[in-house]
C-alpha cells in the first residue's frame, strides 16, 4: 500500500492504520480492498478507471463505494493531520499527560478532537483567566474538593481589594467562572449534552416581530417545533433561509414539560457527568448550593448558545448533504435519459415577440442551417414559418423535431403538428425536450467558441436539437449547477455541491463511454485520466490529421503520456476502426486475453465481437491469469456479446394532451401525459405542456407508502398523472398519480393547489421548494410538516 500522506507530508504508521481500520468500519469491506483502493487513488487513478478496471485489486468494489471511500479519506486524512497538531500544541505547552496522550489518540471524529482540545486551545483573556490571574483557582479548588466547605466564608480569605476582589462576593464569582470554564471545557460533558440534545432537543421557530406580512411565505413556520433527529433537509433549509432573511427566529430547547423541570434536565447531566452528587437535593449545603448555580451558570451562559449553534449547524450540513445528494441523483438521472441517436433534428426554440429561433444539425450533430421564423403574435406569419420549416426539413433529410419547452412551447409544437400533417411525406417526429441551461450554454465562452459568428439566441435552437440527439453529450457544456434540478441548490455549500455534482458527470461520461472521434473538448474533459488541456489537444489533432484509426493513436496525441493512455484508454471509442476492439469496452492492455480466447476458438475478432454463439461452451475462468482474474475476464466476456453497450434506456417520449396548453386549460380530473423534471424530497414536479410544472406530492406518487420519492420516479421518465387541483392565482398545479383519488371542485384562484414547480435554466419560473399546505393537499402537507 502507498504511504497515505497529507498535505504537510507522511503520517506516521499508526495513523495510516486508523484510517484504514475506519474505513473498513464505515464501507463495510475488508482492509486489504480499503488498502488497494486507497492506494490506487494515490497513485492518481480515477474512481471510474478503478471500478472497471482494477476490479481484482479492490475486489470489486464499485463506483459508488469508491466515491464515498474518497470522501471519507480526505476527512480522515484531515482528522490526522488535526490530531498530530493538537497533540505538539498540548506538548509544547507541557500539559501532555499520557492519559491525554491515549485520549487524543482514541478520539474518532473532529468534534471529539476539538472537545478535548478545548481546555488547552490558546483563546483571548476570559473572565476565568482573569480570576485565575488574581490568584482565585485554589478557592475554586477548594470548594470543589470538599463537600463540607462554606463557600462564603472560604471566599472571604481572598478578598483582596488591590486584585479588584472589594468582597466575597466579588471572590465567589471569580471561582465560579473558572469552574464554569472548567465544566463547560470538559470533553466527557459535551460528549454527553450534545448527544442527549440531539437524540431530545427541538428546534423552535417564531416570526420575528413585526415581519408577519413581510414574510408570508414562511407562514408556515410562524410557530412551529419539530425534534431534531425528524427535521427533513428541506424543512431545515426553509426554516434556515427564513432566518437568514431576518423573517424567522431560531432556537433550540427541550420538550417544554422537560424545560419546566427543576434542575434543568441539561443542568442536572453536568452535575452528574461531573461526579457532583446531591447538589439539587432539598437538604443539600451550602456548598451543593453554590456549585448547583455554578452548573445552571455553566448551562445558560456557557453551552446553551454554543450548543445552538453547533447543533443547527449540523442541522445545516446534513440537510445540505442530503439537498446535494438529491441534486446529484437527478442530475445523474437527467444526464443518462435516452438518446435519440444519430438522426438529423431540427431544434426549435419558442419564443412569441422574438420569433422562434431553428437550428437544423445532421446525424453527428453538426450545424447545418439556421433561421428565425414569426408564427405567433404578433407578426401572426403561421403559412410562412411552415413554408420555410417545409424546406429546411427537406432540404436536410430532417427526422426529428426538438421543440423547446419554454414559452411558446405548446403553440410552437402546435405549429410543429401542422407541419406533420400538411407534409406526411416528410415522416417528421416532433419531440419536446427540457431547455435545462440552454440559456446558460448560449452565453457561455465554450459557445462562443464553437459558434463564433452565430447569434446567442440561435445558439439556443442548436444546443436544444443536440440534446434531442445525445442529452450526455450536450449537457456536459453546462455547468451542472444552471441545470435546475436540485432543491434548494444556492442555499447549500458551493464548494461540496460542485465536487458532487463533477463526481456525477464523471461517472455518467465514462459510463456510457465517448467517441473520441466526434466528441466536443468538453465531453473529452470528463473522461478519466483527461483533463482540459489534453481534450483540447485531441481535437486539434483530429482537425489536423482526420480520425483516430485505433486507440494507440492516441498517444501521438502531444502530452498524451502512458498515465493517461492507462486511465483513458478503456473509455475512448473508435468506431470503424482498425481493431474491432478499441469500440468496446475492452482495456487495450487486456487485448493478450482477447487473443488468447480467439486463438482457443479459432477465429477471426470480427466474426466473434458481437455474436454471442461464438463464445458458447467456453468459460471466463478458462483465461484467468495472473494480472486478471475472473471479473475482468467475465466483462470482457460480456463486451464481445454486446460490445460497447449503453447503460442509457430506450428512447421514449411523453404525448401532451391536445387542447391543454395553459392553466386555463386545466380541470381536475383530467388525466394526462407528462415528464419528471426534478424531483425533491416531498414529491415530484412534473410536466404537463402548460408552461407551469405540477406536484405530485410524495403521498400522491404511489398506493403504496413511499419514503424516497426516487423509489417511484426519476427525472425524464414519462408518467400519467390526474390533476387534483389548479390554482391560477397563485400559479400551482397539484397532481396525482393515484388515479383513484378525488380531484378537488375546479378552483379559479385564493386557495393553493400545494403544486409548485416551473421550468428550468431561467426559461419560467422555478419553484422548488416545499409549498404551503393548503387546498387539496392539505392533509398530505400537514403530514409532511409533522
Same mark, same amino acid.
Given at each position: 500500500?502507498?504511504?497515505?500522506?497529507?498535505?504537510?507530508?507522511?503520517?506516521?504508521?499508526?495513523?495510516?492504520?486508523?484510517?484504514?481500520?475506519?474505513?473498513?468500519?464505515?464501507?463495510?469491506?475488508?482492509?486489504?480492498?480499503? +488498502?488497494?483502493?486507497?492506494?490506487?487513488?494515490?497513485?492518481?487513478?480515477?474512481?471510474?478507471?478503478?471500478?472497471?478496471?482494477?476490479?481484482?485489486?479492490?475486489?470489486?468494489?464499485?463506483?459508488?463505494?469508491?466515491?464515498?471511500?474518497?470522501?471519507?479519506?480526505?476527512?480522515?486524512?484531515?482528522?490526522?493531520?488535526?490530531?498530530?497538531?493538537?497533540?505538539?500544541?498540548?506538548?509544547?505547552?507541557?500539559?501532555?499527560?499520557?492519559?491525554?496522550?491515549?485520549?487524543?489518540?482514541?478520539?474518532?471524529?473532529?468534534?471529539?478532537?476539538?472537545?478535548?482540545?478545548?481546555?488547552?486551545?490558546?483563546?483571548?483573556?476570559?473572565?476565568?483567566?482573569?480570576?485565575?490571574?488574581?490568584?482565585?483557582?485554589?478557592?475554586?479548588?477548594?470548594?470543589?474538593?470538599?463537600?463540607?466547605?462554606?463557600?462564603?466564608?472560604?471566599?472571604?480569605?481572598?478578598?483582596?481589594?488591590?486584585?479588584?476582589?472589594?468582597?466575597?462576593?466579588?471572590?465567589?464569582?471569580?471561582?465560579?467562572?473558572?469552574?464554569?470554564?472548567?465544566?463547560?471545557?470538559?470533553?466527557?460533558?459535551?460528549?454527553?449534552?450534545?448527544?442527549?440534545?440531539?437524540?431530545?432537543?427541538?428546534?423552535?421557530?417564531?416570526?420575528?416581530?413585526?415581519?408577519?406580512?413581510?414574510?408570508?411565505?414562511?407562514?408556515?413556520?410562524?410557530?412551529?417545533?419539530?425534534?431534531?433527529?425528524?427535521?427533513?433537509?428541506?424543512?431545515?433549509?426553509?426554516?434556515?433561509? +427564513?432566518?437568514?432573511?431576518?423573517?424567522?427566529?431560531?432556537?433550540?430547547?427541550?420538550?417544554?414539560?422537560?424545560?419546566?423541570?427543576?434542575?434543568?434536565?441539561?443542568?442536572?447531566?453536568?452535575?452528574?457527568?461531573?461526579?457532583?452528587?446531591?447538589?439539587?437535593?432539598?437538604?443539600?449545603?451550602?456548598?451543593?448550593?453554590?456549585?448547583?448555580?455554578?452548573?445552571?451558570?455553566?448551562?445558560?451562559?456557557?453551552?446553551?448558545?454554543?450548543?445552538?449553534?453547533?447543533?443547527?449547524?449540523?442541522?445545516?450540513?446534513?440537510?445540505?448533504?442530503?439537498?446535494?445528494?438529491?441534486?446529484?441523483? /437527478?442530475?445523474?438521472?437527467?444526464?443518462?435519459?435516452?438518446?435519440?441517436?444519430?438522426?438529423?433534428?431540427?431544434?426549435?426554440?419558442?419564443?412569441?415577440?422574438?420569433?422562434?429561433?431553428?437550428?437544423?444539425?445532421?446525424?453527428?450533430?453538426?450545424?447545418?442551417?439556421?433561421?428565425?421564423?414569426?408564427?405567433?403574435?404578433?407578426?401572426?406569419?403561421?403559412?410562412?414559418?411552415?413554408?420555410?420549416?417545409?424546406?429546411?426539413?427537406?432540404?436536410?433529410?430532417?427526422?426529428?423535431?426538438?421543440?423547446?419547452?419554454?414559452?411558446?412551447?405548446?403553440?410552437?409544437?402546435?405549429?410543429?403538428?401542422?407541419?406533420?400533417?400538411?407534409?406526411?411525406?416528410?415522416?417528421?417526429?416532433?419531440?419536446?425536450?427540457?431547455?435545462?441551461?440552454?440559456?446558460?450554454?448560449?452565453?457561455?465562452?465554450?459557445?462562443?467558441?464553437?459558434?463564433?459568428?452565430?447569434?446567442?439566441?440561435?445558439?439556443?435552437?442548436?444546443?436544444?436539437?443536440?440534446?434531442?440527439?445525445?442529452?450526455?453529450?450536450?449537457?456536459?457544456?453546462?455547468?451542472?449547477?444552471?441545470?435546475?434540478?436540485?432543491?434548494?441548490?444556492?442555499?447549500?455549500?458551493?464548494?461540496?455541491?460542485?465536487?458532487?455534482?463533477?463526481?456525477?458527470?464523471?461517472?455518467?461520461?465514462?459510463?456510457?463511454?465517448?467517441?473520441? /472521434?466526434?466528441?466536443?473538448?468538453?465531453?473529452?474533459?470528463?473522461?478519466?485520466?483527461?483533463?482540459?488541456?489534453?481534450?483540447? /489537444?485531441?481535437?486539434?489533432?483530429?482537425?489536423?490529421?482526420?480520425?483516430?484509426?485505433?486507440?494507440?493513436?492516441?498517444?501521438?496525441?502531444?502530452?498524451?503520456?502512458?498515465?493517461?493512455?492507462?486511465?483513458?484508454?478503456?473509455?475512448?471509442?473508435?468506431?470503424?476502426?482498425?481493431?474491432?476492439?478499441?469500440?468496446?469496452?475492452?482495456?487495450?492492455?487486456?487485448?493478450?486475453?482477447?487473443?488468447?480466447?480467439?486463438?482457443?476458438?479459432?477465429?477471426?475478432?470480427?466474426?466473434?465481437?458481437? /455474436?454471442?454463439?461464438?463464445?458458447?461452451?467456453?468459460?471466463?475462468?478458462?483465461?484467468?491469469?495472473?494480472?486478471?482474474?475472473?471479473?475482468?475476464?467475465?466483462?470482457?466476456?460480456?463486451?464481445?456479446?454486446?460490445?460497447?453497450?449503453?447503460?442509457?434506456?430506450?428512447?421514449?417520449?411523453?404525448?401532451?394532451?391536445?387542447?391543454?396548453?395553459?392553466?386555463?386549460?386545466?380541470?381536475?380530473?383530467?388525466?394526462?401525459?407528462?415528464?419528471?423534471?426534478?424531483?425533491?424530497?416531498?414529491?415530484?414536479?412534473?410536466?404537463?405542456?402548460?408552461?407551469?410544472?405540477?406536484?405530485?406530492?410524495?403521498?400522491?406518487?404511489?398506493?403504496?407508502?413511499?419514503?424516497?420519492?426516487?423509489?417511484?420516479?426519476?427525472?425524464?421518465?414519462?408518467?400519467?398523472?390526474?390533476?387534483?387541483?389548479?390554482?391560477?392565482?397563485?400559479?400551482?398545479?397539484?397532481?396525482?398519480?393515484?388515479?383513484?383519488?378525488?380531484?378537488?371542485?375546479?378552483?379559479?384562484?385564493?386557495?393553493?393547489?400545494?403544486?409548485?414547480?416551473?421550468?428550468?435554466?431561467?426559461?419560467?419560473?422555478?419553484?422548488?421548494?416545499?409549498?404551503?399546505?393548503?387546498?387539496?393537499?392539505?392533509?398530505?402537507?400537514?403530514?409532511?410538516?409533522?
Amino acid at each position: 500500500m502507498s504511504m497515505v500522506t497529507d498535505p504537510n507530508g507522511a503520517l506516521d504508521a499508526q495513523a495510516q492504520s486508523r484510517i484504514i481500520a475506519q474505513l473498513v468500519q464505515e464501507l463495510g469491506a475488508r482492509p486489504d480492498q480499503i +488498502g488497494a483502493a486507497v492506494a490506487l487513488l494515490d497513485d492518481g487513478a480515477t474512481v471510474p478507471f478503478i471500478a472497471r478496471y482494477r476490479k481484482e485489486a479492490t475486489g470489486g468494489l464499485d463506483d459508488t463505494v469508491l466515491r464515498n471511500l474518497e470522501l471519507r479519506l480526505e476527512y480522515l486524512r484531515d482528522m490526522e493531520s488535526r490530531r498530530a497538531a493538537i497533540l505538539a500544541s498540548i506538548d509544547q505547552q507541557g500539559k501532555l499527560t499520557p492519559e491525554l496522550r491515549e485520549a487524543i489518540q482514541a478520539a474518532d471524529s473532529k468534534q471529539r478532537l476539538e472537545d478535548l482540545y478545548a481546555p488547552y486551545k490558546p483563546k483571548r483573556r476570559t473572565r476565568a483567566q482573569i480570576a485565575r490571574e488574581a490568584g482565585l483557582e485554589p478557592l475554586a479548588d477548594a470548594i470543589l474538593a470538599d463537600r463540607s466547605a462554606d463557600p462564603q466564608a472560604l471566599a472571604a480569605g481572598y478578598v483582596n481589594a488591590e486584585a479588584g476582589l472589594a468582597d466575597a462576593k466579588a471572590a465567589l464569582d471569580g471561582a465560579r467562572d473558572i469552574l464554569t470554564e472548567r465544566f463547560a471545557e470538559n470533553a466527557d460533558v459535551l460528549e454527553n449534552l450534545r448527544g442527549h440534545l440531539w437524540g431530545t432537543g427541538l428546534v423552535y421557530s417564531k416570526v420575528a416581530e413585526g415581519k408577519e406580512a413581510e414574510g408570508a411565505n414562511f407562514r408556515d413556520w410562524f410557530d412551529f417545533s419539530e425534534p431534531l433527529r425528524t427535521l427533513p433537509s428541506h424543512r431545515v433549509l426553509a426554516l434556515l433561509r +427564513g432566518r437568514q432573511q431576518g423573517v424567522l427566529e431560531l432556537r433550540l430547547g427541550l420538550d417544554p414539560e422537560l424545560e419546566a423541570q427543576l434542575p434543568h434536565p441539561c443542568v442536572a447531566r453536568i452535575a452528574a457527568v461531573l461526579g457532583l452528587d446531591g447538589l439539587f437535593a432539598p437538604a443539600a449545603g451550602p456548598r451543593d448550593k453554590w456549585l448547583g448555580e455554578v452548573c445552571r451558570w455553566t448551562w445558560r451562559v456557557k453551552l446553551l448558545s454554543s450548543f445552538e449553534t453547533e447543533l443547527i449547524g449540523r442541522l445545516r450540513e446534513q440537510a445540505e448533504a442530503e439537498a446535494i445528494r438529491v441534486f446529484a441523483m /437527478n442530475l445523474k438521472d437527467l444526464l443518462l435519459a435516452a438518446p435519440a441517436g444519430p438522426k438529423a433534428v431540427l431544434g426549435l426554440d419558442p419564443g412569441i415577440r422574438t420569433g422562434v429561433k431553428v437550428a437544423a444539425i445532421d446525424r453527428t450533430g453538426k450545424l447545418l442551417e439556421t433561421a428565425t421564423i414569426y408564427p405567433h403574435e404578433p407578426r401572426r406569419d403561421w403559412d410562412g414559418s411552415l413554408h420555410t420549416l417545409a424546406q429546411i426539413a427537406r432540404r436536410h433529410r430532417i427526422e426529428l423535431i426538438a421543440i423547446g419547452n419554454g414559452t411558446a412551447s405548446r403553440e410552437t409544437e402546435k405549429l410543429a403538428a401542422d407541419l406533420m400533417k400538411r407534409h406526411p411525406e416528410l415522416g417528421l417526429t416532433r419531440i419536446v425536450v427540457s431547455e435545462a441551461g440552454a440559456s446558460v450554454y448560449s452565453a457561455s465562452e465554450l459557445a462562443a467558441a464553437e459558434f463564433p459568428d452565430l447569434d446567442v439566441s440561435l445558439r439556443g435552437a442548436v444546443s436544444i436539437a443536440r440534446r434531442l440527439q445525445d442529452p450526455l453529450a450536450e449537457l456536459v457544456k453546462i455547468d451542472p449547477k444552471s441545470i435546475g434540478v436540485g432543491q434548494y441548490q444556492h442555499d447549500v455549500d458551493q464548494r461540496e455541491l460542485a465536487r458532487m455534482l463533477d463526481s456525477v458527470v464523471e461517472d455518467c461520461v465514462n459510463a456510457v463511454g465517448v467517441d473520441v /472521434n466526434t466528441a466536443s473538448a468538453a465531453l473529452l474533459t470528463r473522461v478519466s485520466g483527461l483533463n482540459s488541456a489534453l481534450a483540447r /489537444n485531441i481535437v486539434a489533432w483530429r482537425d489536423q490529421h482526420g480520425a483516430f484509426a485505433s486507440r494507440a493513436r492516441l498517444m501521438d496525441v502531444p502530452r498524451f503520456g502512458d498515465k493517461a493512455f492507462e486511465q483513458a484508454a478503456g473509455f475512448l471509442r473508435v468506431a470503424n476502426g482498425e481493431n474491432p476492439l478499441d469500440c468496446s469496452a475492452v482495456h487495450p492492455e487486456a487485448y493478450p486475453v482477447v487473443e488468447r480466447i480467439l486463438a482457443k476458438i479459432q477465429a477471426d475478432i470480427r466474426k466473434v465481437i458481437g /455474436n454471442r454463439e461464438a463464445l458458447k461452451g467456453l468459460s471466463p475462468a478458462q483465461f484467468t491469469d495472473e494480472r486478471f482474474g475472473l471479473p475482468t475476464v467475465k466483462d470482457i466476456f460480456g463486451e464481445l456479446e454486446k460490445p460497447g453497450r449503453d447503460p442509457r434506456p430506450e428512447f421514449k417520449t411523453a404525448s401532451f394532451k391536445e387542447g391543454v396548453e395553459t392553466l386555463k386549460d386545466l380541470l381536475p380530473g383530467m388525466v394526462l401525459e407528462g415528464v419528471v423534471t426534478n424531483v425533491a424530497n416531498f414529491g415530484a414536479f412534473v410536466d404537463i405542456g402548460v408552461h407551469q410544472d405540477g406536484l405530485v406530492h410524495i403521498s400522491a406518487l404511489s398506493e403504496k407508502f413511499v419514503k424516497d420519492p426516487r423509489d417511484v420516479v426519476r427525472v425524464g421518465q414519462t408518467v400519467t398523472v390526474k390533476v387534483l387541483e389548479v390554482d391560477l392565482q397563485r400559479q400551482r398545479i397539484a397532481l396525482t398519480m393515484r388515479m383513484s383519488d378525488d380531484a378537488a371542485p375546479a378552483r379559479r384562484g385564493g386557495e393553493a393547489a400545494g403544486g409548485g414547480g416551473g421550468g428550468q435554466g431561467g426559461r419560467r419560473p422555478a419553484r422548488r421548494e416545499e409549498p404551503a399546505p393548503q387546498g387539496a393537499m392539505a392533509a398530505a402537507f400537514a403530514k409532511l410538516k409533522r
